[in-house]
């Protein structure tokens, strides 16, 4: 006889717990691995305004980006200045597109959130690759938002901007925690009635809506990835406001988004595949390989789910220690 809905409510809620346990784990390995350097929050911006970006050690693949990163954004400084004095706009915009490229490669929240969601849900390469240029091209808005409107319309100061910037901060990643908590919540009870009714997670024991992918939900992972601009599109913006070029600056940005788009793209295709391959290895679509796949599901959900949890409590600590 199959349980009810509340009976398997404590196998769920354990299933749960050792998701948030192991991918708690995870993200301390990867964390560890991508920055050992890292010992504080970084500061925000010489400008005044900017986002605290982690970054990773100074040596190895990570300190190499950096050094790539930084040479992008003294050339794009240049070549907003030789765009003041009349000249062509076409070398910044492909300046913008190689920092996008370059910078999506680094270690970021919106990468992650996107990856771990097509890993939790999303089967399609269509799908991951929509969601990876919508929260880019957000991305680029908001950051054209927060300096355009606030300084050129409303006057705002660089102590507004800012914090203007700490409530995006805080609202993206209270919304990749709640993203990563419903996902998490849905796989778990998918998990738990596939377990009750002696069937893999697909199977038509599962509720129908359990199994469909909400439009919504996708909307709000493209909000959670993207609404926290780049800090590199923020100073680049302010930079070119100071030089009385705003526009040009507009245009490297959504360049940038691009170049970000790209890369995004690239590793949600790798995301895609890489479910497949787990797929296949664990057995198809047989019972064993569903409930493995699902677990998997489960996994990067909780991921998501400590990820946001991780970035509240950092940007607490950070605004505590400012």
């Given at each position: 006889?199959?349980?009810?809905?509340?009976?398997?409510?404590?196998?769920?809620?354990?299933?749960?717990?050792?998701?948030?346990?192991?991918?708690?784990?995870?993200?301390?390995?990867?964390?560890?691995?991508?920055?050992?350097?890292?010992?504080?929050?970084?500061?925000?911006?010489?400008?005044?305004?900017?986002?605290?970006?982690?970054?990773?050690?100074?040596?190895?693949?990570?300190?190499?980006?950096?050094?790539?990163?930084?040479?992008?954004?003294?050339?794009?400084?240049?070549?907003?200045?030789?765009?003041?004095?009349?000249?062509?706009?076409?070398?910044?915009?492909?300046?913008?597109?190689?920092?996008?490229?370059?910078?999506?490669?680094?270690?970021?929240?919106?990468?992650?959130?996107i990856a771990g969601y097509i890993?939790?849900?999303?089967?399609?390469?269509?799908?991951?690759?929509?969601?990876?240029?919508?929260?880019?091209?957000?991305?680029?808005?908001?950051?054209?938002?927060?300096?355009?409107?606030?300084?050129?319309?409303?006057?705002?100061?660089?102590?507004?901007?800012?914090?203007?910037?700490?409530?995006?901060?805080?609202?993206?990643?209270?919304?990749?925690?709640?993203?990563?908590?419903?996902?998490?919540?849905?796989?778990?009870?998918?998990?738990?009635?596939?377990?009750?009714?002696?069937?893999?997670?697909?199977?038509?024991?599962?509720?129908?809506?359990?199994?469909?992918?909400?439009?919504?939900?996708?909307?709000?992972?493209?909000?959670?990835?993207?609404?926290?601009?780049?800090?590199?599109?923020?100073?680049?913006?302010?930079?070119?406001?100071?030089?009385?070029?705003?526009?040009?600056?507009?245009?490297?940005?959504?360049?940038?988004?691009?170049?970000?788009?790209?890369?995004?793209?690239?590793?949600?295709?790798?995301?895609?595949?890489?479910?497949?391959?787990?797929?296949?290895?664990?057995?198809?679509?047989?019972?064993?390989?569903?409930?493995?796949?699902?677990?998997?599901?489960?996994?990067?959900?909780?991921?998501?789910?400590?990820?946001?949890?991780?970035?509240?409590?950092?940007?607490?600590l950070g605004m505590g220690g400012?």
């Open positions: 006889m199959e349980a009810s809905p509340r009976g398997r409510l404590p196998l769920r809620l354990a299933l749960i717990a050792g998701a948030i346990a192991a991918a708690g784990l995870l993200l301390a390995a990867l964390t560890w691995l991508v920055m050992p350097g890292v010992a504080a929050p970084p500061p925000r911006s010489p400008f005044g305004i900017g986002f605290r970006e982690a970054a990773p050690d100074a040596t190895g693949l990570g300190g190499w980006l950096l050094a790539v990163q930084s040479s992008f954004s003294r050339s794009l400084q240049g070549a907003v200045q030789a765009l003041k004095l009349g000249g062509d706009w076409m070398p910044l915009a492909l300046l913008g597109f190689a920092y996008g490229v370059f910078h999506a490669a680094g270690p970021g929240h919106g990468k992650a959130v890993v939790a849900g999303e089967r399609t390469l269509q799908r991951g690759c929509a969601l990876s240029f919508a929260a880019a091209l957000l991305q680029a808005a908001v950051a054209i938002a927060i300096v355009g409107i606030g300084s050129v319309i409303l006057g705002a100061t660089a102590a507004t901007m800012s914090r203007a910037g700490t409530l995006v901060e805080t609202a993206s990643f209270a919304l990749v925690a709640l993203i990563g908590f419903a996902v998490t919540w849905r796989k778990a009870g998918r998990l738990a009635a596939a377990n009750a009714a002696g069937c893999g997670p697909d199977c038509a024991h599962v509720p129908a809506d359990a199994r469909a992918e909400s439009w919504r939900e996708r909307a709000g992972v493209v909000l959670a990835a993207g609404s926290r601009p780049c800090a590199g599109a923020v100073l680049l913006l302010v930079f070119a406001l100071s030089q009385g070029v705003l526009w040009a600056g507009m245009l490297a940005v959504l360049a940038m988004a691009l170049g970000t788009a790209l890369t995004t793209t690239a590793l949600a295709c790798l995301a895609v595949f890489a479910k497949g391959a787990a797929l296949r290895l664990a057995g198809g679509r047989g019972r064993v390989g569903a409930i493995a796949v699902g677990g998997l599901e489960l996994l990067a959900a909780a991921f998501v789910l400590v990820l946001g949890l991780a970035m509240l409590t950092g940007l607490a400012a």
